[in-house]
């Protein structure tokens, strides 16, 4: 498997207060993305990085940010976390050539 | 805009018998296709992948699929279903970007 780390796996936070989930990788992939997981719609992406501080915004950016300081590590934010957040999040990462390899995600909920 | 389109959300099939999952997408750049399983509660494993060349792709678990860039499809194959095969399926494509975009999954029940 590839070495891809997910925290924390499991949070309960309330309305209104920030929370960071960081994904951290061993493999020295260029590419890191963060997902979120619902009933019905799959997986869609929040924001992706090519590269250290080289950041994109996915489908479903509004809300959230991320920051890329190091090769290994992507942290998620949610700014000031709403019910509509609750999901669970996967964290993946990619070289060219190779596909995408997720972590074991984080159930988020937003109480 | 890019899509993935995977228009069974349930299939039931028996122990024993073949299986195919449709995949179709838009995307105006050459494609790069994915399948992806996941087991309940857990992450997304990659089953096999279609960059260029031979469009008969195989993959692990006795998966395959077939590109077949006149109908914008990637359908996935298994000749003979495992009661283990039960699992959520997912087909995505990319590009030259790296943005991996997802269909919203194919849930696969196995008979006894």
Known sequence: DAGITQ?????VTETGTPVTLRCHQTENHRYMYWYRQDPGHGLRLIHYSYGVKDTDKGEVSDGYSVSRSKTEDFLLTLESATSSQTSVYFC??????????FGQGTRLTVV | AQSVTQPDIHITVSEGASLELRCNYS???TPYLFWYVQSPGQGLQLLLKY???DTLVQGIKGFEAEFKRSQSSFNLRKPSVHWSDAAEYFCAVTSGT?????????RLKVLA
């Not at chain 1, 993946?92 to 390899?101: H, L």
């Not at chain 2, 790296?98 to 194919?106: E, H, L, N, P, V």
């Open chain 2, 98 to 106: 790296y943005k991996y975009i997802f269909g919203t999954g194919t």
């Open chain 1, 92 to 101: 993946a990462i990619s070289e060219q050539g190779t596909g995408a390899f």
């Open chain 2, 51 to 53: 960059f260029s060349g």
């Open chain 1, 7 to 11: 925290s924390p796996r499991h949070k």
């Open chain 2, 27 to 29: 995307y105006g750049a």
